[in-house]
């Protein structure tokens, strides 16, 4: 679905022109689409549900692609489970309604206060990360008198053929256990008496356009899974992370796959195993269906460039300046003459502060922009940098608009600092 079209030269969310959002509740501003989220989301259960294999299957948003409680309490509505890699997103999935028991826990760090706090919940289960955190995890468990639910993530060594800072399946990178190791720490983990084995996880990467790694990955995950049945350890589950893309919309990207296309394959190779799905998609449930509103201060034209300089900037949307990432950038009204070229850029004194560069244009002072595919690492990546108060965001939803996030206050920036006291 679309949700962001133009209508009558206007870009709109849904039925509301985005310039009425602006008026309302001012730049810079995410906004969402409800339709699409749920569309997105839809997409993932309906395929779930074309195969035998996927029919039981769960699908657990990775809240760090949005942890907005508007776009969380909606994914809880629609029965979804969430992916969590810290007790601050644990936290705000139960502020959005979330059940617990469709909580899954990664991250290679994990605290023991975490640990206590997601056993304390009831969460379905923690992706352990290395040795040494199953035997934390078992030491707390122990000490509150409860066994945690474990799957290792295992490390397949597979290509995932993306960016490297978004890649994570290979042997270098710092995430899951060495494929090679998995067996042996199976054995310990199943000694344990804290601990449940229930299940195996892995994750290889983000923004996949090609799924043939997904395959890839999940032969050989499925590899140990007959190792470890024959050794008499049965799991209940696998979960097989998230790293599905979504298109942005830059020249020679290529097509996004559909969920069907990616989901069926994997899930073929998982008929009759009785092992419940677990996915953890972020991107693909949220990108698409989100932009970042904001508005030209000034338009600056030089001699080699010319510069679209807006009130949004790097600590709104960093991806941009991280990753060199594209994304796509239309005038909300535009102007009717011939465009010109712009670096679209914004106020913060970094050179990396663009969110678009060398893009055609016409625009003028004042006017608009939509940075597209922006719900994605968008605002749950912004900062305070230069001191600016982190956006607005609102959801759309028909022709309603919900603010789901107030526009932070320059005072809440320094709420918890303190000066020195008086000499
Ligand atoms: N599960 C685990 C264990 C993850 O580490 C991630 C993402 C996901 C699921 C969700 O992946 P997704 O479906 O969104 O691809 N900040 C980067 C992306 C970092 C992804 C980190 N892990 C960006 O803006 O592109």
Do not use: W
Not at 167 to 193: C, I, M
Not at 382 to 399: D, I, L, Q, T
Not at 409 to 415: G, N
Request: glycine share 12%.
């Amino acid at each position: 679905m679309t949700p962001f079209a133009y209508r009558a030269g206007e870009l709109h969310a849904e039925d509301v022109p985005l310039s009425r959002i602006a008026e309302e509740f001012g730049t810079p501003c995410y906004v969402y689409s409800r339709a699409a989220l749920t569309a997105s989301y839809r997409e993932f259960q309906e395929a779930l549900a074309a195969h035998p294999a996927g029919r039981d299957g769960l699908v657990c948003f990775a809240v760090k692609a949005n942890s907005n409680l508007g776009v969380l309490s909606l994914f809880a509505r629609l029965g979804a489970g969430f992916d969590i890699v810290s007790g601050g997103e644990l936290r705000r999935v139960l502020a959005a309604g979330a059940d617990a028991g469709k909580v899954v826990f990664s991250g290679v760090g994990k605290t023991e206060g975490e640990m206590a706090q997601a056993l304390n919940a009831g969460i379905f289960c923690f992706n352990v990360e290395s040795a040494p955190e199953l035997e934390r995890l078992n030491g707390v468990a122990l000490r509150l008198g409860k066994r945690a639910p474990v799957s290792l993530r295992v490390n397949p060594n597979v290509d995932a053929h993306t960016h490297p800072y978004i890649s994570t399946g290979l042997r270098q990178n710092k995430f899951g256990v060495a494929y090679e190791d998995a067996l042996a720490l199976y054995r310990q983990a199943a000694a344990l008496p804290g601990l449940n084995v229930t299940g195996i996880d892995c994750h290889i990467g983000s923004q996949l356009l090609d799924p043939s790694p997904f395959a890839e990955a999940l032969d050989k995950v499925l590899a140990l899974v007959d190792q470890l049945a024959a050794s008499g350890i049965t799991l209940h589950h696998i979960d097989l992370g998230g790293g599905l893309g979504i298109r942005y919309g830059e020249a020679g990207e290529g097509e996004a796959p559909r969920v069907l296309d990616y989901l069926t394959p994997l899930l073929q190779k998982l008929e009759g195993r009785g092992l419940r799905v677990i996915l953890e998609p972020g991107r693909r449930l949220v990108g698409n269906a989100g932009l970042l509103l904001t508005r030209v201060e000034y338009v600056k034209t030089g001699e080699e460039k010319n510069f679209a300089i807006v009130d949004g900037a790097m600590n709104d949307l960093m991806r941009p300046a991280l990753y060199e990432a594209y994304h796509d950038i239309q005038a909300v009204k535009p102007r009717g003459e011939a465009p010109e070229v712009y670096d679209v850029v914004g106020p913060i004194c970094e050179s990396g502060d663009f969110l678009g560069r060398e893009r055609e244009l016409s625009v003028g002072g004042g006017d608009l922009l939509a940075i597209l595919s922006a719900g994605a690492y968008g605002s749950s990546m912004s900062s305070n940098y230069n001191s600016r108060p982190r956006a607005a965001e609102v959801m759309v939803e028909g022709e309603r608009v919900h603010l789901v996030r107030h526009r932070e206050k320059v005072e809440d920036l320094y709420a918890s600092e303190i000066p020195l006291p008086r000499e």
